[in-house]
């Protein structure tokens, strides 16, 4: 068994850190000291802090950013950044194709949970999203060390410890500037729970808001008002039959999202927000899903004021519809992750891991960013984010999985060290 007491101290200590991520949280949290805590047990093993800041502002001002990272930065100002500062992790020296880069986050959703162990479980936020899979990784790494001392001579490995990958960050600010750096390498391996099976590929997600703007009123007066809940409804339901299932027929996945008008019972709200997400595969995907929003939310309109134009309580709503209601993307224009390679696929079955047998399953995150020609990314980690409860109460990580993936990674190095890279 690779796991040790050590690395069960340092998941525990990681696990009490609360390092929600600012994007759903609103405050700095602990990020900073848990990479910290997590550097300490990497340079233990030989590894050097090669980069450790947070991006600047400037980082943040393309087309690329969504716009609740807008928000949310101009809402805490400096602290925002400040607080989510990537760790690069070091060990040896060798060229780009001798360079094995894991990349794993730091931050977790919302709310922070306790810590607990029970009968070699660990329950805590971020025990398999993605602070359990991270500390394996390093397990893995010090286990192929044990078994070859010689290999920071003959390959280079980094750690990507970052912030800026939950709460829909999509890694603009983490992942995306330290591949801007150059540091990636030949095979790069991003570290989030699959089950032990990889993945290639990583979806991108789009993300609309329908807002209207109406003039509300009370429950004595509605025929005066131009009814939200009513318009917001109307467009939900459109969607739900008309959107949806022509993009999960292009190959995308779509959530019909949060809808908010009011709470009272004796109110016509005339403001509130409808949003949809949806997960695409590839850029051709994208736009078939901009297009058909474009253009059902104009049929939807004009079916909404043939439907409700005719009642005095709905008819001041029906004509008002196509002005008071206004489309916008939040997110869009990220990139994809799609790629094959026919010696880093044979190095990895070497090393005990296979394809994830699901080619339709979605999986989002900041693989996306590691696109480049001269380089090979997969997707893979120990647990599963449903059955794990990753974005849930009681989210935990069992050790044997820990233990398991640990045995894979220190297989991996020892096969990319070896004849493995010799292409």
């Avoid at 990479?35 to 090669?50: E, H, K, S, V, W």
């Avoid at 394809?355 to 696109?371: G, N, Q, S, V």
């Amino acid at each position: 068994m690779i796991w040790t007491t050590e690395d069960q101290a340092l998941l525990l200590d990681l696990l009490r850190f609360d390092t929600v991520t600012p994007m759903e949280s609103g405050v700095a949290g602990e990020l900073v000291a848990a990479q910290q805590r997590y550097a300490d047990a990497a340079c233990l093993l030989g590894f050097d802090i090669t980069y450790h800041a947070a991006v600047s502002q400037q980082e943040l001002t393309t087309l690329t950013v969504p716009k609740a990272v807008f928000d949310r930065a101009a809402a805490m100002d400096a602290d925002f950044l400040a607080a989510q500062p990537n760790l690069v992790l070091s060990l040896g020296d060798a060229p780009h194709e001798r360079t094995l880069v894991f990349n794993f986050h730091m931050d977790t959703v919302s709310p922070y949970l306790p810590v607990r162990e029970k009968s070699d479980v660990v329950f805590g936020r971020g025990a398999v999203d993605d602070k359990g899979p991270g500390v394996a990784l390093l397990a893995g790494i010090r286990a192929a060390l044990q078994r070859d001392n010689s290999l920071p001579g003959r390959v280079r490995i980094l750690i990507h410890v970052v912030g800026g990958e939950e709460g829909g960050a999509m890694g603009v600010y983490g992942t995306r500037t330290l591949v801007a750096m150059g540091l990636v390498g030949r095979l790069n391996v991003v570290v989030e729970p699959t089950m032990q099976r990889y993945f290639d590929r990583a979806t991108a997600t789009m993300t609309l808001r329908l807002t209207a703007t109406g003039r509300g009123g009370t429950d004595d007066e509605p025929n005066a008002a131009q009814n939200a809940t009513l318009l917001l409804g109307f467009l939900a339901a459109w969607f739900g039959k008309r959107v949806l299932p022509v993009v999960d027929d292009a190959g995308a996945r779509s959530c019909l999202a949060g809808l908010h008008t009011g709470t009272a019972h004796n109110r016509v709200y005339g403001r509130g927000s409808l949003l949809l997400n949806f997960a695409y595969p590839n850029k051709k995907t994208a736009a078939i899903i901009e297009r058909t929003v474009d253009c059902e939310l104009s049929a939807a309109l004009t079916e909404f004021a043939a439907v409700y134009g005719g009642h005095p309580t709905t008819a001041e709503t029906a004509a008002a519809a196509d002005t008071i209601v206004r489309g916008e993307w939040l997110k869009r224009g990220l990139p994809t992750l799609d790629n094959r390679d026919p010696a880093m696929e044979r190095l990895l079955r070497a090393a005990g891991f296979a394809r994830h047998d699901d080619a339709t399953r979605p999986i989002t995150c900041d693989a996306i960013w590691l696109t480049d020609s001269d380089s090979y990314t997969i997707v893979c980690g120990p647990g599963d984010l449903t059955a794990n409860n990753a974005h849930a109460e009681d989210e935990y990580v069992a050790v044997a999985d820990l233990d398991a993936f640990a045995e894979r990674v220190a297989a991996l190095v020892m096969q990319f060290a070896g004849a493995g890279t010799n292409e």
